[in-house]
């Protein structure tokens, strides 16, 4: 007990200049105490002034204070060297093998407080005062100490590293700019971290974005399995009820309709619980990302920052969850009303149409599968099954629109075509409708070439005549339409629009499940990348439409089969 007091007091009585017990210990007028040496050299320095100061508290004196050897203070040091302590005392403010030493220590170096990215060196605390204390040098980059500093010099023409060259995706020093990289894109490496940085910013907040989103669907998802338990629990309420008014041969059947619903419950309670489970999981990932993005994102070190920013900056893939929506609520009212009609079907037929009907009621209840599984494929294979042939209605068309193999292809030309006159068609607006109506499950494909323009769905009695929002694809409540711009993608609804991020391609994909209230808008190249979907309910049949923003563009619907 009596050492670990001593250890206490041993790091008390250090000198706060050379960071060691103190020698021939002096104390100044002001009552602070130093080795007399280390006072001396110091106040040596400020001889041309004639003013002399405390390092610590910085009182001045003059004249020069006359020190005196503290008797006490020395006796104590003594007392403090017996114990073997005055390595312990000064050991934790020596550099070891891991830390970063002073630059500027004589003999033993102390360990580095801050290091200098324009001195490119590394300063104990008394030799970083003058960082402090000196104007030019107060606004010198100081960062936490580093062992790296010299990969901030240039090899080549052993200059600091300032500039960076984005042609070639590297740090580059001034006179590497105007000899090597003469005629690259170069910035200063200041600049290039700002830009880095707001970059950053882009990537949290579509983290944000993202966990909003899914945090939404977890939302949703748990609604599903309230309003699936809801149904099956209706659903086996009713069958229960009739199945009490048939003849006991009926109640073994009975049993079988409950066993099947409840199964079938089972069954789709798991694949939400499942997905929901995946999404929240996606949700605390996103969190962590986050959370070192704005780590990383104050990354004093020019050269580590940029160097690490490819791979820090990379984002997972987000789960498809095209697959979450609200169904509706009734999921098992075909099985009551098939038992229903079983009910009063059995009232007059005889007994060997009996396994007959109790057949139908089975493939009814399978049935129930179908409906609760209505949402677009994972696979471009597999949604392939949903495909149509659609074609171009030339009585919609605008009469500067070309129309042309098969009317799958239209063209924005510069001057008007020789089309008749027609209440269907659009006067003001460089757009053109599908001369079928969509119903049920559909996919199709549009290849775009030129500057861009939009793909969209409408009801069929959306306005015609004019250039109002009435009348544009996606500035309505009648139509929907995926803005396909080659610097991106937005979609719009009732005139709000939607910015969209995803891989930009020539070729969108457009699924629409129209009993569901599903509209999916897909990027396809090699892959197939969901890009937006709208869950909504359509009161009428939809049309496939083009809207037009430069002459010359053409879009054509794919021939998929």
Known sequence: MAQQGAQLDGAKFCCSICLDLMKIPVTTPCGHSYCMSCINDFWDGEDENEIYSCPQCRQTSTPRPVLVKSTMLADLMEDLKKTGLQ????????????????DFCPGRKLKALKSCLTCLASYCEKHLQPHYDVTP????????????????????????????????????????????????????????????????????QNIQQRIQD?????????????????????????????????????????????????????????????????????????????????????????????????SVSQLSEPTDSSSIYIRPLRYFEDVTASVSELRDLLQDILRDKYDKEMTN???????????????????????????????????????????SEGNRKAKLMNHKQSYSSHPDRFTGCYQVLSRESL????????????????VAVAYKNISRAGRSNECKFGNNDKSWALDCDINGYKFWFNNISTAISGPHSSRVGVYLDHRAGILSFYSVSETMTLLHRVQTTFTQPLYAGFRFNYVGDTAEFCQLR
């Open 137 to 204: 040098l107060r606004k010198h980059k100081l960062v936490d100490p580093s062992k790296k500093l010299q990969e901030n010099i240039c090899s080549c023409h052993d200059e600091v590293m300032k500039m960076f060259c984005r042609t070639d995706q590297q740090i580059i020093c001034y006179l590497c700019s105007v000899e090597e990289h003469k005629g690259h894109d170069t910035v200063s490496a200041a600049a290039e971290i700002k830009e880095r940085q707001r970059e950053l910013e882009v990537s949290q």
């Open 214 to 310: 899914r945090e939404k669907d977890v939302k949703l998802l748990q609604q599903e399995v309230e309003a699936v338990s809801c149904s099956a629990d209706k659903a086996v309420e009713d069958s229960e009820k009739i199945f009490t008014e048939l003849i006991r041969l009926l109640q073994k059947r009975s049993s079988d309709v409950k066993q099947q619903i409840r199964s079938q419950q089972e069954t789709e309670v798991s694949r939400v619980k499942e997905l929901q489970e995946k999404l929240q999981q996606e949700i605390t990932e996103l969190k962590r990302k986050d959370a070192e993005l704005k780590q990383f994102s104050h990354t004093e070190d020019h050269n580590q920052f940029l160097h690490n920013y490819p």
């Open 439 to 454: 119903t049920g499950r559909c996919y199709w494909e549009v290849e775009w070439r030129g500057g861009g323009g939009y």
């Open 361 to 403: 009621i089975s493939l009814i209840v399978t049935e129930v599968d179908i409906l609760l599984s209505q949402t677009e494929s994972k696979t471009r294979d597999e949604i392939f099954k949903y495909s149509c042939e659609i074609t171009l209605d030339p009585n919609t068309a605008h009469t500067q629109l070309l129309l």
């Open 87 to 102: 390595t312990a005392a000064a050991d934790h403010c020596y550099a070891g093998p891991e830390d970063v030493a002073c």
